[in-house]
């Protein structure tokens, strides 16, 4: 029979343990910072979104347990993010104020230790990063129940930034309060977005508690931090920063709700293993136009996961189309039929050749 070791002798070895981890995570700092160097002459992007994906899955795959895969990628999420801030550190925006989605996926997908700066608008982080000297932009594309952003393809059209990477985050409603309990509660205040999401849930719970609009989920999280009979719907990460209780958790009436946000930078991914294409692109007044476009894809074999069409700004009657690629265009073995695409096309622009993130699956 084993032998149980006693407690003072298992926290020695998890003492023992911890000094070994820190002597290897500053030897890999130490190595991340001659990776800085390199970049610096060379004039290399600090993100190198498929290599760090493609580091992700090979400690994933590597990993025998008991550790589970989402804490090892945590960890690693933000071991990454330290090695970024050393080697340089680097500026993302995103739709603020802190505690909205965008700020959830951009603290998600880049870690704490990137320096995050919050914008009003989804113009003001396209002009941070095509003319202000960010590196780096989160913005929503999509979501898999409302459909498309169409001011983010729309800013597309008027900034020349690129796309580097993806992420899908799940949207997941709680409701928090200062309060202890549902009883306290006279209002309930948030984004309309999230009010409308969790609408069975609130007339199920709260039946005839009036439901307010706020410019956004932070906005309404700081109306309840002042006052205990209110309550605000939004992610869970509000009642930390916000001092909040959280009376229920999942409460929105579809649960498989996600939104895809691109990461945009104002130059392309120069990385050499990329599998998804974004295009943009117009057409000529003239029939077959865009059924050619189809079919020259079609016969290359390249699958398209998206296709939407948007009016073209300042042209009656003219659209745009935002297509997704399963390819990397930027392989010399699609040159020929790129060069087939802009005669076939009034104007087409490449937003960036990057790596797919799966879908369903979060950062």
Not at 77 to 102: A, D, H, K, N
Not at 121 to 137: C, K, M, T
Not at 204 to 217: F, K, N
């Amino acid at each position: 029979m084993e032998r149980e070791l006693d407690l003072d002798t298992l926290r020695e070895r998890i003492d023992e343990l911890d000094k070994e981890l820190i002597r290897a995570l500053n030897a890999r700092a130490e190595v991340s910072l001659d990776v800085g160097r390199w970049k610096a002459r060379r004039h290399e992007p600090i993100f190198a979104p498929f290599r760090e994906q493609e580091v992700m899955n090979r400690l994933a795959h590597g990993n025998p347990g008991p550790l589970p895969e989402k804490h090892l990628r945590a960890i690693y999420r933000e071991i990454m993010s330290s090695s970024r801030r050393l080697q340089r550190p680097e500026r993302t925006v995103y739709l603020g104020p802190e505690g909205t989605f965008s700020h959830i996926a951009a603290l998600t997908h880049m870690g704490h230790s990137q320096h995050l700066t919050p914008k009003e608008n989804f113009e003001d982080i396209f002009r941070a990063v095509a003319d202000e000297g960010a590196e780096l932009g989160v913005v929503p594309l999509e979501n898999s129940l409302e459909g498309t952003v169409g001011q983010v393809v729309d800013l597309f059209m008027k900034y020349p930034v690129y796309i580097q990477s993806e992420l899908y985050i799940r949207i997941s409603h709680s409701l928090m309060s200062k309060a202890d309990g549902l009883q306290a509660i006279r209002e309930v205040h948030s984004h309309p977005q999230p009010l409308e999401q969790c609408r069975d849930w609130l007339t199920a719970h709260l039946r005839g508690v009036p439901r307010l609009t706020a410019d956004s989920t932070a906005a309404a999280a700081e109306l309840a931090a002042a006052r205990e009979d209110i309550a605000v719907v939004g992610h869970e990460q509000l009642a930390e920063l916000h001092g909040l209780n959280i009376l229920a958790a999942r409460i929105e009436d579809h649960p498989d709700n996600w939104t895809r946000f691109l990461v945009i930078g104002p130059s392309p991914v120069r990385e050499e293993k990329r599998d998804k294409t974004s295009i943009l692109f117009t057409l000529p007044d003239r029939p077959g136009s865009l059924a050619g476009v189809l079919n020259t894809l079609a016969g290359e074999g390249i699958n398209m996961t998206k296709l939407e069409s948007r009016p073209f700004r300042g042209e009656k009657w003219k659209y745009v189309f935002f297509t997704d690629l399963e390819c990397d265009l930027g392989k010399t073995e699609y040159e020929s039929m790129l060069a087939n695409l802009r005669e076939q096309c009034h104007t087409l622009r490449v937003l960036g050749t990057y790596p797919a993130a799966p879908k369903g699956q979060e950062g």
